[in-house]
């Protein structure tokens, strides 16, 4: 590794002294700071025997060490390879307060903006991994910390980029590993985001294929990866004879547990219609043995929604009307075009996390913006409105330099104390940095600019329909199209 790659992951070296830490912290005989490097996970407490004092010791000696942060840049666990033989090759700290390995992601707070960049973000099996292909050119690499793959993970991974890709040896135990990565995905899956999975010759790591057989060698095999609809199908029909009833039958069996938790989407559609033909069934009839209903599709944008997209509302207006009623696709999407949009519900919550972490984003916000806060926040129901409102009050009256830890005390407060304290114990198990606080709150305004601009053009589509428009009105639709056609 070249120092640059050692510096930028802070890496370095616990030697083989039992009690090396006591040069910093101060003799392991004083209970106070035994208890505290114990809890911190660094170091170990041995047994009492009779009158034996129990010994306590340093649990990383020689060993090269990986400090593994959150995504604030704070240390909150190591990750130690040993240099010589021994056992075991790898050992992480253990759980703590601080450091949940079903939660973290070793080397994201240094990938961040690569993967942005690059867009995409690569999961691997092990931090040796991560920093040996950042030095190689891929610094948007991540990996589990000796754990499999949780939802925790997915989730995290899905809130830094549109698209995931595991990387997995070809062995028994990747394609294990693999598995249970795609059952960690399958409740979380969106029309928006793309996961793959990618698997190495039996040989290879990530390190030695990019050694052996170059970068470009090895993005084009990241491009290759396997899509999750495709992977769906291998896992379901692993050691099946397709051939056979009984084996269509089992992997229709097979896929009924996954289908179940797969959110309603239209990837779920596709998916569904592939394993049909598979399965020599129809799509209905596969449809009510798993006991779902079908997605309704946008027949214009392919994707799952109540609305239609800006190009399906473009093309009605501009067919005559007599076409616009013959046509039976065109007056599917006028029908929904009439439904009311609803405003977004599940990130209201996510927000006042992120005010509460960050009042000063919450001061710096235009009325305008508080409104689409309040909108969010009524749309979930009439306590977060509330809530929110109180929150904002509170935000705006944070002086400039105000912290964090006063702005908890001003909460307490509160007359919503109790709801503040349920909400702050969320921003301890997942905190924001203010990069992606920021993100998420201009993101969310993003999404109520949008909704209040389909209200607009479909109260304007209605008075097209019944031919009462003005000339305001038709050059007030062009401008709400070409807003909406700008915000994506």
């Known amino acids: ?63 090269i060490m990986f400090p593994i942060r959150n995504l604030k840049g704070q240390v909150i666990g190591f990750g130690g390879r040993i240099i010589d033989h021994g056992e075991p090759k790898y050992l992480n700290s253990p759980e703590t307060a601080l450091f949940k390995k079903g939660q973290t ?46 939802e925790s993970h997915v989730q995290l991974l899905l809130r830094h980029s549109d698209k995931v890709v595991f990387s997995f040896d070809g062995d028994a135990a990747g394609v ?9 995905s399958i409740a979380l899956l969106s029309d928006e985001k793309e ?28 491009s ?20 056979t009833a009984e084996g269509r039958a089992q992997a229709q069996n097979e896929a009924k547990v996954y289908f179940k938790k797969m959110p309603p989407i239209a990837l779920r559609t596709q998916i569904l219609r592939e394993l049909a033909k598979r399965l020599g069934i129809t799509q209905l009839e596969l449809e ?14 392919g994707r799952s929604a109540s609305v239609p997209g800006v190009g399906a509302l473009e093309t009605l207006k501009k067919l005559p009307k007599k076409d ?6 065109l007056r599917a999407m006028e029908n929904l075009a009439k439904q009311k949009p609803v405003a977004p519900t599940d990130i209201g919550i996510q927000l006042m996390r992120v005010l509460i972490q960050y009042p000063l984003l919450g001061k710096r916000l235009s009325p305008t913006q508080c409104q689409a806060l309040l909108k969010i926040a009524t749309a979930r129901n009439l306590q977060t409105q509330t809530i929110m409102q109180d929150l904002l009050e509170l ?75 003005t000339n305001e009105d038709l050059n007030r639709y062009r401008a709400v199209v070409t807003k909406l056609k700008n915000n994506g």
């Open 195 to 222: 996961i793959r999975f990618l698997f190495l010759p039996k040989e290879h790591d990530p390190d030695s294929f990019v050694r052996e057989m170059g970068g470009e060698v090895f993005s084009q095999a990241i």
């Open 1 to 63: 590794l070249s120092g640059h790659i050692a510096k930028r992951n802070g890496i370095g070296y616990a030697n083989d002294d039992w009690q090396n830490l006591e040069k910093v912290f101060g003799s392991y005989g004083q209970d106070t700071i035994a208890k505290s490097l114990v809890e911190a996970g660094l170091i170990i407490q041995g047994e009492s025997e009779g009158r034996t004092i129990a010994k306590r010791y340093d649990r990383f000696r020689d060993r």
């Open 224 to 243: 290759q990866a396997k899509p999750l609809s495709v992977f769906f199908i291998d896992i379901i029909g692993e050691g099946l004879d397709w051939n």
């Open 395 to 469: 935000c705006k009256q944070e002086p400039e330099d105000g912290k964090f830890a006063s702005f908890q005390n001003v909460l307490a407060t509160s007359v919503h104390a109790k709801a503040y304290d349920a909400l702050l114990k969320k921003v301890f198990e997942t905190e924001f940095s203010l990069e992606e606080a920021t993100l998420h709150l201009n993101g969310a305004l993003k999404k109520v600019e949008v909704e209040i601009l389909k209200q607009e053009m479909l109260e304007i589509t209605e008075k097209i329909d019944k031919n009462i428009q």
């Open 288 to 301: 009510q043995f798993y006991g779902i209903a079908s997605v309704e599709v946008n027949h214009f944008t």
């Open 324 to 329: 616009w009623q013959k046509n039976a696709d």
């Open 105 to 150: 992601l070793y080397g994201l707070f240094e990938a961040r903006k690569s993967i942005r960049e690059m867009s995409y973000v690569l999961v691997c099996e092990g931090y040796m991994d991560v920093v040996a292909l950042a030095q190689l050119g891929f610094p948007n690499a991540v990996a589990t910390l000796g754990t499999a793959s949780t």
């Open 176 to 184: 294990r590993a693999a598995k249970r990565a795609f059952e960690a």
